[in-house]
């Protein structure tokens, strides 16, 4: 309640879902089309769960923390690509917060379903024929991809695309399979 709040209070939530365990939060993320996940307390789920589950579905979706304490869980999803996090006593922070990772993510928006897994892949380091293979498309449509994912995202190379991918979430630093 303090949350809605708190996003009400500055012209943001219009339309704000609460949850209440691990099972609903996956049943949001499958009917609700968010523009950003808050992820707090939730009996039986995990900051890293949810994170990864709001990846699957809503990767473009910035995931926001809210947390008592910056426990090395909160600390070990903003290395796996949460937004940010806030304190439950610092909510006036909130609405900040959730402008500057929109804006972050806004890019993304850009991006169609199929492109952003060519960005996620092409990130993680898998070659251009790899990449045709397991999204089962020509090497050219693949390339085509590339060239639209960098002309929207504004990269000049592919490293650049790797960089951002990291700033954003797209792909992790720690040692996970492509």
Known sequence: D????ALHANAHGDEVLRVDSGSAFADA???FDPDVVLSGS????????????ARQRHPAVPVVLLTAT?????VESLRAGAADFVGMQELDRLPATVDTAL?????????SRRQREVFRLLASGVTMRDIASRLGLSRKTVETHRAQVMARLGARHVPELVRLAIRLGIVSTENEPA
Do not use: F, Q
């Not at 303090?2 to 709040?5: I, S």
């Not at 939730?42 to 589950?53: F, I, N, Y």
């Not at 910056?70 to 909160?74: E, G, I």
């Open 42 to 53: 939730v009996a039986g789920l995990e900051a890293r769960e949810a994170l990864v589950m």
């Open 29 to 31: 993320l499958e009917g």
């Open 2 to 5: 303090m949350v809605a709040h």
């Open 70 to 74: 910056a426990a090395r869980s909160v």
């Open 103 to 111: 804006a972050e993510r806004a890019p993304l928006r850009r991006l």
